[in-house]
């Protein structure tokens, strides 16, 4: 009850300075249309909230463009490139820091050969477990990537751009599980109260999500947020493709 009060004093701050905080949406792990998939795009097209999937490139993803192929306002970014844990200890990467660059750039090219035919393509990298080996960026450079989007960051100045994602729906360990309502009113407060004092209003919040991993109480929380969002002064969704021509510099 506090943290949802803060929250709400926050936003109030937000409506009597006239500004809009911008969220993105970024859902991760996808491979192939699963019930879980389905519930997905239910929110979302519901909701007509901006959708972007962080797809695996580990194989054939014939099947996923299938089912996009019907559906409007979606896009499809690159997760990774076979996102297989290579880390010996802690931590988790698959780009271990001995991996050359062009190494890394073959790996990238390959899978954004598969993705690269599903509708609301983007050629846009997400790096597994939000792990930067030093030559990713450089090699996403080369590549011809549009931008990148990892974690925590405000306003990055990159290149290619970075568009990161701030509100984790999920704890991790020891199992996935909802973070809580609780935490996640705190975190978003957070999040705007940091945009406010720097006057970054327009600097996005990313929310991310991994829908096969969720648990009805994670489900309940996103669905109660697409409604708020659907009717709030403050709070509205943005999408991927609109912030990263933004992000662009102009040439
Ligand atoms: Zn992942």
């Known amino acids: 009850m506090l943290q949802a009060l803060l929250l709400s004093r926050e936003l109030a701050r937000w409506r009597a300075a006239g500004r809009r905080a911008r969220l993105w949406w970024r859902d991760d792990d996808a491979r192939l249309p699963t019930p879980a998939l389905e519930r997905l795009l239910a929110h979302a097209l519901a909701f007509d909230a901006p959708l972007t999937l962080a797809v695996i490139p580990d194989g054939d993803r014939a099947q996923l463009a299938e089912r ?20 010996p200890g802690g931590g988790a990467f698959e780009f271990p820091p001995e991996r050359k660059a062009g190494e890394i750039a073959a790996a990238l090219r390959d899978g954004w050969t598969r993705l690269a ?21 450089g090699a996403l450079a080369n590549e ?59 600097a996005p919040i990313g929310l991310l999500t991994h829908h096969l991993d969720h648990d009805e109480a994670a489900w309940k929380w996103l669905a109660g947020l697409m409604r708020t969002v659907r009717r709030h002064p403050v709070l509205a969704w943005s999408d991927l493709g609109d912030l990263l021509s933004e992000a662009r510099p102009a040439t």
């Open 117 to 137: 035919p599903l509708p609301g393509a983007l050629k846009l990298f997400t790096p597994p477990w939000n792990a930067i080996h030093p030559d990713l960026i």
């Open 68 to 87: 996009l192929s019907s559906v409007r306002g979606v896009r499809v970014v690159q997760h990774g490139a076979d996102h297989i844990n290579r880390s």
């Open 144 to 202: 011809g990537y549009v931008g990148w989007s990892a974690w925590a960051e405000v306003s990055p100045k990159a290149t290619p751009p970075r568009i990161d994602t701030h509100l984790d729906l999920l704890r991790w360990n020891p199992a996935p599980r909802f973070r809580g309502k609780a935490r996640l009113a705190s975190q978003l407060r957070r999040q705007l109260a940091r945009r406010r004092k720097a006057g970054a209003w327009d």
